[in-house]
């Protein structure tokens, strides 16, 4: 039988949201970064910050922005602003991570990474995500089975048909531990965050295997100018 006798002294395990909210989004095509672009009249990232402050397992929601960023103000003692923001994603988490833990974080406490540009993820994903993963080890990620045929390629000619059995699309959340994921993050500094696009990617390459937990292609991450229209569409919808 489990020995709970010391479950008073335990240090309490929080969570908490980081989104990273720092990059320019070239890929949108617009001069206003995409996160700041309004649907339904409010900038994109507040649906994002919406759907974390509705889930009450979460503790504080950071948000990471680009150094001298002014576009964002919040007035929510569950919301904070951090501007950290680096040159890549990866670089914006790590310093968030560090800003997390200097602001008196736990290294035990879970973090959940969402990207500013998922403004569809909904209070329902995120605790299908931390039902999924708070007894987990390792911790995980949304991610999808691929809905397509998926092929290989040579200078634009189709190579081969892969075999996508065992493929998936890495969305955000990604839930780790807070310590473990900064370390595994560190791990890759001084190579500039090099090949880390995802904090799954870096919990790999440090020898783990996070929990693949099935997201919905409604989370998708806005990134070209015609997905803006889409995203508005889905949220008024849901209104
Ligand atoms: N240096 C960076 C780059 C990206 N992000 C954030 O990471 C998320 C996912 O990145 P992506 O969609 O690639 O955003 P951008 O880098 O802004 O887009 P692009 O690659 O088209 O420029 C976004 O919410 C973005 O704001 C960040 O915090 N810091
Ligand atoms: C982290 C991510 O959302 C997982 O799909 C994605 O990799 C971020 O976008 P990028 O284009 O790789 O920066």
Redesign the pocket.
Known sequence: MTDHSDIATRPTTRCHAL??????????GSLL???YQPLLDVPLVLHTLGAFRACSRIDLVLV?L?PGDRFLAVDDSHIALAHV?????A??VFNGLTHLLAQGASPQDWVLVH???RCLITPRQIDALLDACLDDPVGGLLALPLPDTLKASIDGRVSATVDRSDKWLAQTPQMFRIGALRQALQAHAATGFSGITDEASAMELAGHAPRLVPGSAANF?V?YPEDFALAEAILRSRT
Request: glycine content about 14%.
């Open positions: 989104i990273p909210c720092a990059g320019t989004g070239s890929r949108a970064p995409k996160q990471v680009a923001g680096g040159a890549s994603r670089e914006s990207d500013a540009a991450k990134t």
